[in-house]
């Protein structure tokens, strides 16, 4: 789309939120729930749950009016617009006024919301619906400060990078690996985009991106064993229940956890390195070992892009939003000291400063999209995956020789039965405490970290 044309696009967002959010608190349906709801009796259990998660966001939407979800929406497409233009600049001035904008109208959302306890719960509660500022903020406390533990034990140790290799030679080899995932050709699609991302069209159609770059042979393949964990999750949803709750996604959190698994877990796993050397010296023609391409994979390095980062301080960055982004909505921290909040909190928990806003505040689009609440999603991802991946080791004996030897499929029942099939009859943490039998903690996810990096 031409720059020219953001304002009316953001006019046609405002128009879309205001017939969607008619359509969600107009009285036929609200009456049809209530009568559906009164007749439990005759409801099976998920379509009780359906009923009782449909009623949860109706009840939001009704507190909410019509005026602020469009104002959400229109500055939501305008900062957006702005943030593309101000960032390759490092301009946080022109995007401050709509920024602020959007964050007054987070604020006013919450403020809609009172049954919560604080105004932050009510922003978590979109993409992580249960989860409370109460339990993350000493949960991500732990984390970080066992994270800045391990991290500086650490510091200095860098493998070289494979040798660069063609566009077409990474495509084999992704395609090789796609094979043996047997992801179906005839549900999926893949393409290369700027940035790597899933999404589901709709049943028997889901599709994800990559991006390939010559000088990191093994991007692409990380970018595609991420999106592939969402796309699987997408795929083994409950067929019966499609468009429903309980065909539905647990949570954001669920669902980076499932591409967290695949890309980290399996994926940087000595097992999967011994299925993936043959195939690396075949498409990319690069001789190189096991032990080699293990380190390669495992680069542990504090820095400043989010979405580069590794598995130890990848985390970080994390809490570092969440610390922000709760500070701005309680109205504590400012919109033109956020640029300074920013850099002092990259010096405190990962030591490196950004130079420059493009590589610091303005990075990533979420804020400027108006997902505030959003990020977590992402650390509870790594948290949720762990401890399930625990789970899973013990439950399967077998699974490292499966790996090594390119046998995914014990894997992938388990996924689907244990958390895939379940959608929204459960919440996130409910669900990993019925899988694993414990609470959540930051525990599993700091032990295989220790473990890996000794
Ligand atoms: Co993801």
């Known amino acids: 789309m031409p720059s020219a044309g953001s304002g009316a696009r953001?006019?046609?967002?405002?128009?879309?939120?205001?017939?969607?959010?008619?359509a969600m608190i107009s009285s036929e349906f609200a009456d049809a729930l209530a009568e559906l709801i009164n007749s439990t009796e005759n409801l099976s259990t998920d379509d009780q749950i359906n009923l009782r998660e449909i009623q949860r966001q109706v009840k939001r939407a009704q507190a909410i009016p019509e005026s602020l979800r469009a104002e959400q929406a229109r500055f939501s497409a305008l900062c957006h617009a702005a943030w593309i233009e101000a960032r390759p600049q490092s301009d946080f001035s022109k995007v401050a006024p709509l920024l602020r904008k959007l964050v007054d109208l987070a604020r006013a959302e919450a403020a809609c919301l009172p049954e919560f306890q604080q105004p932050y719960d009510a922003l978590l509660d979109i993409y992580e619906a249960g989860t409370t500022t109460a339990e993350l903020a000493p949960l991500f406390e732990e984390l970080a400060n066992n994270l800045t533990q391990l991290l500086s034990k650490f510091k200095g140790k860098k493998s070289q990078l494979l040798p660069s290799s063609s566009v077409s030679s990474q495509q084999k080899l992704v395609e090789n690996v796609l094979a043996d995932l047997h992801f179906p050709k005839t549900a999926?699609?893949?393409?290369?985009?700027?940035?790597?991302?899933?999404?589901?069209?709709?049943?028997?159609?889901?599709?994800?991106?990559?991006?390939?770059d010559q000088t990191n042979s093994l991007s692409a393949l990380y970018s595609v064993l991420h999106e592939y964990g969402h796309a699987l999750y997408e795929m083994n949803l409950d067929e019966d229940q499609v468009g429903l709750p309980c065909g539905s996604a647990c949570s954001l959190g669920i669902h980076e956890s499932q591409s967290r698994l695949w890309e980290n877990l399996v994926g940087r796993s000595f097992a999967f390195m011994q299925y993936l050397q043959p195939k690396v010296t075949a498409a990319l023609n690069l001789s190189c070992s096991i032990e080699e391409l293990l380190q390669n994979a495992n680069q542990i390095e504090a820095s400043l892009i989010r979405v580069e980062a590794d598995e130890v301080t990848y985390s970080q960055h994390i809490v570092i939003r969440f610390l922000l982004e709760e500070q701005l909505i309680n109205g504590r921290l400012q919109i033109e000291d956020l640029p300074e909040a920013w850099n002092s909190l990259y010096q405190k928990y990962l030591g490196v400063k950004p130079q420059n806003n493009r590589d610091g505040v303005m990075q990533d689009i979420h804020w400027y999209s108006g997902m505030i609440g959003y990020f977590p999603t992402y650390a509870l991802g790594n948290l949720y995956a762990a401890q399930l991946w625990q789970h899973v080791r013990a439950s399967i004996p077998q699974l490292d020789q499966q790996i090594a030897k390119g046998e995914f499929s014990t894997l992938q029942s388990y996924l689907k039965e244990n958390v895939h099939k379940v959608g929204m009859r459960m919440h996130a943490k409910d669900l990993i405490e019925a899988i694993t039998k414990k609470p959540l903690t930051s525990q599993p996810f700091i032990d295989y970290l220790a473990t890996k990096i000794q």
């Open 10 to 22: 953001a006019a046609q967002f405002e128009l879309m939120a205001r017939y969607s959010h008619r």
């Open 188 to 212: 999926s699609r893949l393409d290369v985009a700027a940035h790597p991302f899933m999404t589901t069209i709709g049943r028997g159609d889901t599709r994800i991106t990559t991006r390939y």
